[in-house]
């Protein structure tokens, strides 16, 4: 038992996650929350037990808004980059391994241990999807919170049926949501967007991640029309709207406020406004983006339009590496123009904020959890922080406050 209930934790900075950095900061808790954030000056009169971190600095807990967990198991796909942008020959030799490794237990054992890496990397919440109704309890006994979503595909005529069908099936407020534009056929769009408005919930799906899916939506032919032949989907059903993804979504009225768009690279200029006058977020996934060579997201555009940003690791099966400090750093790399300060927001509070957990996570201020992650800092001055924080990657070294 500790004879301190309260702790006054001092570090060279502090980071709330809504305001300047505060030099010689200090955030004190009690009872597993913060009760007070500002400069040691100012709180080194109370009532604690004061924790010194000299060098280092306190910073909100990451948010991971989108990774598939239960691919984890498939880490080897990971290990050679395949053909650039070729999105239907990486899923043809995932739904291979996931043939040839069908093992719940070995399934199960992989994704625990990558959500237990995202912890130890400063990660407190995930938002999880994957297609196995067991994976919702993949985060049980972990202190990240995992956000599980249920994914569904159909694009038309039998499979498209199916899916409406086992959705109408599944009872209570799980969350549901479609996979892609050119997986998920429009009824099935709509009926998920529905369940989500009805639950209150975040309608998010992979939306214009390569320059074949827009092939696809534009012509209904390409790659993707023969690799979804090849499966047996009935693609001479599907009517192809003639449109971009973001513009394809919007006319099937499923973007608002609660809609996240993830990757978001191959869109067009208006398709960023719509983005923007609907009030649609977006998740980037700059690693496996980098990995699938798929390109990268017009994200200048959309932080000058205001769009509501995020950062999501993707799998392992298409990312060598599940650490929002390795996606800031990558996407700082790509885009060296953007404010560091932004880029951190994007791992921490904006993600917090989209899944509802903001006073609780995200940021450093009274009520939150004071589990919050400290990280050696070689900051001279307050200027230097967010640069250093978004641009060391795999050099991040970090412990908890517990």
Not at 83 to 110: F, V
Not at 159 to 164: D, Q, Y
Not at 344 to 358: D, H, K, Q, V, Y
Request: proline letters at 5%.
């Amino acid at each position: 038992m500790h004879e301190y209930l309260r702790y006054l934790y001092r570090a060279s900075f502090v980071v709330p996650g809504y305001g300047p950095v505060i030099a010689d900061g200090a955030v004190l808790t009690e009872d597993g929350q913060v009760t007070a954030v500002g400069a040691y000056a100012d709180l080194k009169g109370v009532d604690a037990q004061v924790e010194e971190y000299e060098g280092y600095v306190i910073t909100p807990a990451m948010v991971n808004c989108h990774a598939h967990l239960e691919l984890s198991h498939l880490a080897g796909l990971a290990g050679d980059a395949p053909t650039s942008g070729d999105m239907t020959g990486w899923i043809r030799g995932l739904l291979a391994a996931q043939a040839e490794i069908d093992d719940p237990e070995i399934i199960c054992d992989a994704a625990r241990l990558a959500l237990a890496r995202l912890y130890a990397g400063g990660c407190r919440a995930v938002a999880d999807i994957g297609n196995r109704p067991e994976s919702l309890f993949l985060g049980e006994g972990f202190k990240s919170e995992v956000f599980f979503f249920l994914e569904m595909l159909g694009l038309c005529g039998a499979s498209e049926e199916a899916a409406l069908a086992a959705l109408a099936g599944i009872e209570g407020d799980r969350r549901c949501t479609a996979h892609a534009p050119y997986s998920a056929g429009p009824r099935l769009i709509r009926a998920l967007k529905d369940r989500a408005l009805a639950g209150k919930s975040l309608f998010t799906l992979h939306v214009a991640e390569s320059a074949q899916e827009i092939e696809f939506l534009h012509t209904g032919s390409g790659p993707f029309a023969d690799f979804l032949g090849e499966r047996g989907v009935e693609v001479a059903s599907f009517t192809a709207p003639g449109l971009g993804a973001i513009a394809y979504l919007d006319s099937l009225g499923v973007l608002d406020a609660q809609t996240l768009c993830v990757h978001t690279v191959q869109v067009e200029d208006e398709e960023i406004s719509l983005l923007a006058a609907r009030g649609a977020a977006v998740c980037l996934c700059p690693g496996s983006n980098r990995f699938m060579g798929v390109g990268t997201a017009p994200v200048e555009k959309m932080l000058a339009h205001g769009i509501p940003l995020v950062l999501g690791t993707d799998s392992l099966a298409s990312n060598p590496n599940l650490s929002l400090w390795r996606e800031m750093q990558i996407l700082r790399q790509e885009h060296p123009a953007l404010p560091p300060e932004a880029v951190f927001a994007m791992a921490s509070s904006n993600g917090a904020r989209l899944l509802g957990i903001s006073a609780r996570l995200g940021v450093i201020a009274p009520g939150v959890c004071s589990s919050l992650p400290v990280v050696r800092c070689p900051a001279k001055n307050e200027a230097e922080v967010f640069d250093y924080l978004t641009s060391a990657g795999a050099d991040i070294k970090l412990e908890w406050l517990e």
